[in-house]
């Protein structure tokens, strides 16, 4: 005798809800209920059909029900006659739940109990459906999710830049479009950071890369809602205020300085950098190509950065000829490089105790095809800014090298000093370059003098000390040039691996000297004295400079009074005099 | 050739001597289409075999697995290898096995249910024997029912190792072979021309009042009648809390006191083995499914033996009137247990004189399969018997 337990059906209720689908509920359904009656058969009907048997197979049950689940009893091979009991299940009759024991018909308590085990597996199986279209619903909603965002996400890589956040160039542009269109005035801000790159040789790209996004992050701090930050490339910014005119736009540019200029702390340091910025500002009715509006903002950048670090300048129309006149430069660079229209001179270095020659400074000149000298001053800043620098200070090397070979042949403790400029100092491949000038002619390291200019040292003088140590390291001896005229700091001029003391011209403005011009060059010859460094002073024109700079007792001395930078076929006969 | 059934049993510790005699004793020279091989764990188990094999025709099937002891004809004991065979016409035997059975014990029973269908005989029984020590072996059972269904009573039992729970081995093959497994399951599908009858009896009788189970999860029962089930479990029989300090002696206690659980057919034995006082839970051999009626079962030395008798009688009365031939027994290691070696011997001398001089053998296991009606068919503390005709 079986009992009617609620538990039984709990469990029960329990089994068949948990299962996933309708499959596996009325399986597991007929396989409980005809374990609980204990039963032989047990069966789930739908349609008059065996969908699934227990005990029995489903064919063979089928035949013998005849399609009429309300059979009482039925027979089958190798077995007892087997008495059957259903129950409907399903509030619009899905089907039957069917058990079939032999010997002995279910009791009322136990049809009572098959009844209950229907509803049961009626309301599970009603649960599974609204279950699994829900389930449906949601993979359906969460992959149309996913695909949006995807796309979401692909545009967006486009249209933002994913170190900062920022909108790239194409977003910029777009949104500017729209404002220009609008008629009120808007003004464009290109940014470019100063010392950036220093920032990256020396800290690493990671380094480089958290400084840029914290500088995004100061831009965003510095712009009301409606303006828009972007983030160019590299190390460039942009920034677009609305409804401001040029006027109104300075002052935003110089928070922005002010914001860049506050220290960063990246990596555990304080990282100092800055900005400079350009302007550029629509402010008619007239139609304007946006991409023009940020290439105006761009050249007064340029002007800006040319006018030293931290500054605004608002673009001018005829910034557009200087421009202009920059890019031809910069062709004409690449061509008088490609057709050898480069040269050199070589200015004597004059030992001021006896007059006698002690080395050459190599300098280097444009010869264009029309026959005009370009100045060292018109085109190496450019050459600096385009990178030719690299390839020309190459050039510069090999040649004087050369020529200092040749006139070592019959003068052989003449010196060589050659200029370094601040981006062939970080090139990681200068250094190969000089020693392979030294072991090319056979140029003993001591015999050359690697010029640097004070201001390319104190950029960034730990990175500086870095690199002349590797310099130090071939042998060669290490100047600093128009010393006087940057910044120097004292504690680094101490720490500089330098040899030489290449004074200013600057000093000796004056064709008499006077006692301040004096002192001031005692001072720093004494320093220099102090240091173990030896002294050059630049710019002798006059004889009373030179009889001066002797009794201060500067070592070597350069100028028009002592030699003019000549070709090197004219200059044998002086030198060798 | 006439059909047979024979029983041999040796208690040697040389291994193939106690092989090669118990085979003789139950071959006595004939072929046999089915030997069962049944032995005590620490015989040497290749050499034993080989002494079976040799015996043997090329068609004979061996089965068999290590025990908590064997019986064959008037003989019971622990240690001992004993040989149940049958031959001669009408027999038709056909055998499956499946491996590495324990995380699959409803697809292993489904598999090897497989080979009843390859027989054909008038009267058909499945034979399944298993390791002892996979789980919940009545998956096993529902997996084999799900082929075989309600035409055909499934029987067995499942391999012991002398009550140690570390290992059970299994034997399988031939003439040419004999495989000892592990984790597995083996089907052997029996068919006869004449009747076959099962027995199933334990001797056992409720104590006290019923009780519904409100809690459990397999064969681990936290609460009875909504209070934790080893509080039940102490107070039904008179224990204090100080009887958890010895396990080992707590569990021969409450060996004697099974749960039952009510069928169609009479009380299901589920053997509790020992009690958890962290969740206070105590734990059965076999599942006890939640919303069962249960009752704490007791018996005595006189009642254990009737259930013998009574499986006994039910198996020949199976037979409709047909002289037996044999008898197999699948009886459980726990009633060895509670009737001790004198008690053991006179459940024998019981099923003995059931039978008259029908031999009879088999072994105690670490649960028994007995599926005659409805569809539920692992017991335990019961005895298991087939007569054949």
Known sequence: MNHWSTHQLTEFFAAVGSSQDERSATMVAMERASEVLEAEVGAVLVDGRVEVAWGIRGDELDAALGGDPGTATIGMAGNDELFVASARFGSKHRGDLLVARAGEPLSPEERQLLQAMAQTLGLALDNIKLLSAERRQRVEREREAAERLALLESLREARHDSLTGLPTRVLFLEVLEEKVRGGTPT???????????????????????????????????CLRPGDVGARLGGDEFAVLLHDTTADEAVPVAQRLIEAIRRPFPIFGRDVFIGASVGIATHCDTAPVDPGDLLGNADVAMYKAKKEGTGKVVVFAPQMHAEALARLTLTSDLQRALAHGEFRLQYQPLIRLADGATAGVEALVRWRRPDGRYVAPADFVPMAEENGLIMDIGRWVLLEAGAQ?????????????????????????????????????????????????????????????????????ALGVRLAVDDFGTGYSSLSYLQRLPVDELKIDQAFIPHAEPTAEDLAVIRAVVEMARALRLRTVIEGIETEAQLAAMRRLGCDLGQGFHLCRPADPERLLSPVAA | MTRWFGAGHSTLTDPAAAGAAAAEAAFEGREPVLAFVFCSVGYHVPEMLDEVRTRVGPETVIVGCTTSGQMTTGQAGGDGVAVVALGGEGFDVRTRIARSVTPRLREAGAEIA???????????????????????????????????????????????????????????????????LTDVAMGIALGSDAPLGVGMA????????????????????????????????????????????????????????????????????????????????????????????????????????????????????????????GLLAFDCAGRRTVL???????????????????PYGGFYTNGEIARLRGSLGMHHFTLVTLALA
């Open chain 1, 187 to 221: 003004s464009v801000l290109f940014i470019d950071l100063d010392r950036f790159k220093a920032v990256n040789d020396s800290l690493g790209h990671r380094a480089g890369d958290d400084l840029l996004a914290h500088v995004a992050d100061r831009i965003r701090h």
């Open chain 1, 404 to 472: 200092a070979a040749r006139w070592r042949e019959t003068m052989p403790d003449l010196h060589l000093n050659v200029n370094v400029s601040g981006r062939q100092l970080t090139d990681p491949g200068f250094a190969a370059d000089v020693r392979l000038m030294l072991t090319e002619f056979r140029l003993p390291p001591t015999a050359v003098t690697l010029e640097l200019t004070e201001s390319v040292l104190m950029n960034d003088p730990a990175g500086a000390i870095a690199r002349l140590t590797d310099l130090k």
């Open chain 2, 114 to 180: 497989g080979c009843l269908d390859e027989v054909s005989s008038p009267h058909r029984v499945l034979l399944m024997m298993a390791d002892g020590l996979t789980g919940n072996q009545h998956e096993m059972v529902r997996g084999a029912f799900s082929v075989v269904g309600a035409a055909a009573p499934l029987v067995g039992g499942c391999a012991g190792d002398d009550l140690t729970y570390v290992r059970t081995y299994q034997f399988y093959g031939g003439r040419d072979g004999v495989e000892i």
């Open chain 2, 202 to 325: 334990h001797g056992w009788r409720k104590q006290g009042d019923a009780m519904v189970v409100t809690r459990s999860r397999d064969g681990r029962v936290f609460e009875l009648d909504g209070e934790p089930a080893l509080d039940v479990l102490l107070r039904r029989l008179g224990l204090d809390e100080s009887a958890l300090d010895d396990m080992a002696a707590f569990r021969d206690r409450i060996f004697l006191h099974p749960l039952g659980m009510s069928r169609r057919s009479g009380e299901d034995i589920r053997v509790i083995h020992g009690a958890d006082p962290s969740d206070r839970s105590v734990l059965c051999l076999a599942d006890v499914p939640q919303g069962a009626l249960t009752w704490f079962m007791e018996s005595d030395h006189d009642a254990l033996l009737d259930g013998a008798r009574e499986s006994a009688a039910q198996a020949l009365d199976g037979l409709d009137g047909h002289q037996a031939l």
């Open chain 2, 340 to 358: 001790g070696d004198e008690g053991v011997q006179q459940e024998i001398g019981v099923i003995g004189k059931e039978l008259g001089d029908v």
